[in-house]
């Protein structure tokens, strides 16, 4: 019976080795990353200030309320505030902190999610007034372990009505063991009796230079070589979040490869369809240059690339706003690269504000379009050929002193002349157009012959306000340009003559001299105007066709008459 027992343990299967466990999962950038001290989250000096004295005061609020964009720590803030309020310290002895010692036991536990006493929900899913009951019953017990019981509330605008309203009043009043921590991305839609009961603290966009130093530090931490030119990459991509940054660094790092050296600028913008700097700048230049077939050309190759048409405009239009900012003396940004600081001084120093005004207008309308259009590629084309035959004609100002100076307006670029027709066919609709040399624009001054003419060329020049001002009020006593007197029997301020001195400059290309005195001048031009306008309808009146038309029709009015002059 033995022996069988003991051939039957024999046939059994020879053990199998151990299993070995498990790898760890992997933890995604933004969140191994994620801050565990005040330290650590950068670009929240002020917050981090105001809550360091608040606790070292024992000012401490009964609620918080933190709001700002995606990815900029609301939810971390909220957490490091729970650990600030529950550390013991190593010892056990130690007291609320801006500086938690994260080795004891409530530090560890808030930070791996399960503490007992600090309960986060998500307000997406937890919208109604029953979870928020639920909150007020439970808050009236103490906490069981920690300092303070603390509810941490994520996307708090997500609460219904009913369910803001019935938090009012534990909110407002809570017991003193409470705190609650609120964050939002819509701070608009939450009530303000509910603001009212917070302290808030907006947390800033981080800048793309203090991203690009903290993704510098999580690459060296990562064992992995990154270009600087690429980090700043990513945090311009990341638009001011922490988070967006390090999934776009995650992104980029398997992007790299095993053999792929790092994380370069090249990679960088191929994965996220960026427009290379120098091509941007080599586009704007042909744009300029008014060269459409090489912009097109140009576009199309970057576009052969995988760069996304609305990508290229909004370089474009990055590129003209550093243009502007260097035209007005803004220092330059140090991460920037020497070619392109180069290449945009070199701009601001040939370019006006009027011809950028127009860039920016244009490539703005340019961006517009080609977001919502069908058809982006040939979108973008339009808009580039827009930008090259627009952005050379002359601005209002100008083309209406060309006009008063009696030059003709400088024409705009043409197009090549159209190809010849086989024979036997009707030619292009605009065969018979050619194209004619500008006429040269007059550069000296320009002298009005008369007040009336002087008045009317500020109101084709822009000065809408001062012209009426002017028509409406101005009595001349003299003109003689560049000079002309005015009767002081309507006082004119002296703000409207500074304005009207500089208007004057402008339009005219020199110094006027306007001088009042207490003399009786000639009538407004207004006046004027509406004593030539009943004169004429008085001798309408009389003339012997209109007397007859009143006699056959007694309630007949004279309204207008061709020929009369409009009151505006």
Known sequence: MTTAMSDSFDLGEPPQPAKAPDAPAYRVLARKYRPQTFSELIGQDAMVQTLGNAIK??????????????????????????????????????????????????CRA??????????????????????VREIIDASRYSA?????????????????????????????EPPPHVKFLFATTEVNKVPVTVLSRCQRFDLRRISAEQLAKHFAWVSTEEGVIADPEALMLIARAAEGSARDGLSILDQAIAHAGLEGGGVTADAVRQMLGLSDRGAVRDLLTLILAGDGAGALASMRRQYDYGVDPLSVLRSLLETVHGITLTKVG????????????????????????PALHRLWQLFLKGHDEVAKAALPIEAAEMALLRAIYASTLPDPGELARQIASGAAPAAAPTAPPPPTPPSGEAPPWNAGATAKAPEPVATGPILPPTFEALVDLLDESGGLAIAARLRHGARVVSYSPPEFVLSGSRPVSADTLAELNTLLKSVTRTAWKVSIVDAPGAPTLREAQDAADAAVRQAILESPI??????????????SWPGQRSNA
């Open 110 to 131: 808030i930070a791996e999610g399960r503490h007992i006493d600090v309960i986060e929900m998500d307000a997406a899913s937890h919208t109604g007034v029953d979870d």
């Open 57 to 106: 005061r024992d000012r401490l609020a009964h609620a918080f309320l933190m709001t700002g964009v995606r990815g900029v720590g609301k939810t971390s803030t909220a957490r490091l505030i729970a650990k600030a309020l529950n550390c013991i310290g190593p010892d056990g002895e130690g007291g609320p902190t801006i500086d938690p010692c994260g080795v004891c036991e409530p």
């Open 144 to 172: 069981v372990t920690a300092r303070f019981k603390i509810y941490i509330i994520d996307e708090v605008h997500m609460l219904s009505k009913n369910a803001f309203n019935a938090l009012l009043k534990t909110l407002e």
């Open 330 to 353: 803004t220092p330059a940004d140090a991460a920037q690269p020497m070619e392109e600081r180069a290449a945009r001084e070199e701009w601001a120093a040939s370019l006006g504000y």
């Open 546 to 559: 209109m007397k007859a038309a009143v006699a056959a029709f007694p309630d007949a009015q004279l309204e």
